[in-house]
């Protein structure tokens, strides 16, 4: 296989993704399959694509991800910041761009905590007046 083009690590909830840019023509290779046989979701797979779009690089590369952890829209968005990132780190002109459409930042929300005598984070049990 030739030497990849860029790098990138995404991560979005409890997801990581790892991308790896290849020369090619728009083929993803996401844990061994396809994108549309990874990501059913058509909304998934826009999301995906996001980062080449604005980046003005849809069918210019071969993107190998492995992807951990999560559900299927917290991988989705992990692989989003990871072909951001590889981008950028394959063309630095990228940066402005991918930055001003805020797919460099990390999405810092989290699922909050479970609290002790409820249900779940906020959920109470049922009140019972008798």
Known sequence: MPQHL???????????????????????????????????????????????????STGRYRIVATIRGGGISGQAGALRHGIARALVDCDETLRTELKKAGLLRRDPRMKERKKYGLKKARKRPQFSKR
């Open 6 to 56: 860029g790098y990138g690590t995404g991560r979005r909830k409890e997801a990581v993704a790892r991308v790896w840019l290849y020369p090619g023509e728009g083929e993803f290779v996401i844990n061994g399959k396809s994108l549309e046989e990874y990501f059913p979701r058509q909304t998934l797979r826009d999301q995906i694509m996001q980062a080449l779009e604005v980046a003005g």
